[in-house]
Nanobody, 127 residues
């Protein structure tokens, strides 16, 4: 079964940096791509960045130029490097494989409806 484990969260002052990691067990990112999501206090979960199975990256407008998504050569560790952090970046950050149509081809009917998700890591940015 697939397990995703995030780490690297913490508390920083505005303008600081953090680098999140997501280690995958049982899933290779080049299969169906990966994403970083976040959910701030009192807010809905939102997509932050994606990396496709071919390595194409995308970012939400509010993090462009500040965040960088990447993966290791084995395609089993995902990173999110976050620079120039703002208070509005405060959230729980999740890594996820959410392309269920693609995942189901490899993991069958037991693929969760929402794909595979990590447990999240807290990022707190103070002013």
């Amino acid at each position: 079964q697939v397990q995703l484990v995030e780490s690297g969260g913490g508390s920083v002052q505005a303008g600081g940096s953090l680098k999140l990691s997501c280690v995958s067990y049982g899933y290779i990112f080049s299969t169906c791509g990966m994403s970083w999501y976040r959910q701030g206090p009192g807010k809905e979960r939102e997509l932050v960045s994606t990396i496709s199975s071919t390595g194409t990256t995308n970012y939400r407008d509010s993090v462009k130029g500040r965040f960088t998504i990447s993966q290791d050569s084995a395609k089993t560790t995902l990173y999110l490097e976050m620079n120039s952090l703002k208070t509005e970046d405060t959230a729980v950050y999740f890594c996820a494989a959410t392309n269920r149509g693609c995942l189901a081809r490899y993991y069958g009917s037991g693929t969760p409806e929402l794909g595979f998700w990590g447990q999240g890591t807290q990022v707190t940015v103070s002013s």
